[in-house]
Structures are given as structure tokens and as C-alpha cells.
């Protein structure tokens, strides 16, 4: 080998060494928890639009973005779960469900948790209020507590002779208290049961 070629050659290797280590500084890690089955199809179509969505702000899943996932529907160990995204330490996590959430905050304080699918992160201990959560979950409400109040109210604009309203819920779910309380307080003021 010539010394012009070498030098050439480790000239060129000396400049592709720091784009592989961008490239390899550059992939970012996302943990996902979720508390649903793996084959649910709506589990499917909301991952989906993450990725979509990511995609959009320039991440693209094996490109620049690797994401993990677990699946946790009744019954599954979710803690066994948490612990075991938390030792891939990623950049970030993102939790479905009270019971992701809750075992996600046990296995860590210091990665960011951001929760979807939560009905009181509040009295739940997640987030000290939904302004500023502290800590470091933060997240998404799909109802907030006075949805079940307003719809009462819709029910009884419908049908103003309206005397009884029924919630079907799960007792043994977070949400069941969260939302039958806020019923419940709002109820006598519309004259239902």
C-alpha cells in the first residue's frame, strides 16, 4: 500500500468514526407498557399512530428510534413487566392503564413516564396536579371526573321526566369510584337517582 493511500484511507476511516458514533448517540430508546393484550386490535391501531406520529417529528422506529414493548392485560405480571423496561434504560416510557402507571412509578424516579389511559393520576399518587404534575409522569385524562355529571345532564335535557340513571362499570377498577362519585354528588341537583 502507498502512503498516499494509506493516509487516505485512515483519513477516511478517521471522519466516518464520528458519524458512527452520532449515528449510535443519535438512536434514542422508548419503553411502551400497556395494559392490554399484545393481539388487542386497538391496542394495534393506537401504536400505530405513535409510530405515525413520531415519524412525523423526524423518528422513525430502527432508523433513529427503538422502541420496546410489553403487553400486560389482566392477570399478566405487570411489575415483572416495568422492571424489566427499566433495566433497558430508555429515554423515555409510555404507560396505558392505572396498572402500568402505578408499577411503572415503583421501578423508577428519575425516567420520564408520560401515561395514557389513566382516570385519576391524582388520587392515584401519579401527579401532584394536572397544571404541574411534578416528578416524572406526566400525561393524558380521556374523561375528567365531572364527564359522568355532564352527562347526566344530557340524559335529563333528553328526557326531562328522567328519574334513575345507571353507570355500568367494573367495581374492582380505578375509574369505578373516580367516576360513580362524581355521579353520585351531582345527582340530587337533577333530580335523578
Known sequence: ???????????????????AARAQQGMRRIGVLVGLAENDPEMKERLARLRQGLEKFGWAEGSNLRIDYRFAPAGAQVHLLARELVAL???????????????????????????????????????ASLSRPGGNLTGLLQYEEGITGKWLAMLKEISPNLKRAALVANPRTTPFDYFVDSAKALAPSLAIE
Open 1 to 19: 500500500m502507498r502512503r498516499r493511500e494509506f493516509i487516505s484511507l485512515l483519513g477516511g476511516a478517521a471522519a466516518a468514526w464520528p458519524l
Open 89 to 127: 434504560q430508555p429515554d423515555l416510557i409510555i404507560t396505558q392503564s392505572t396498572p402500568a402507571t402505578a408499577a411503572m412509578q415503583l421501578e423508577t424516579s428519575t425516567i420520564p413516564i408520560v401515561f395514557a389511559g389513566v382516570a385519576d393520576p391524582i388520587g392515584s399518587g401519579f401527579v
